[in-house]
């Protein structure tokens, strides 16, 4: 049998649920880009765009 990707195999996307403060520390450490997924609804959308400010702020607080 050989070792293949599941993306080979199937195109559809993935749906999951990650808590909020892993998904910062992701995007924060650079391990994932906000280009790198959607928000299905709105409140999830407008906590991922505060997540965003509160780290950009953050970023140009230390520079």
């Not at 993306?7 to 994932?32: D, Q, T, Y």
Request: glycine share 4%; with cysteine; charged share 20%.
């Amino acid at each position: 049998m050989k070792n293949q990707s599941y993306f080979v195999n199937n195109a559809n996307p993935i749906h999951l649920a990650i808590a909020p403060e892993r998904l910062e520390m992701l995007i924060r450490e650079g391990s994932l880009n906000v280009t790198d997924f959607s928000c299905l609804d709105t409140p999830s959308k407008k906590g991922v765009w505060a997540m965003l400010r509160s780290l950009a702020a953050s970023r140009l607080q230390k520079s």
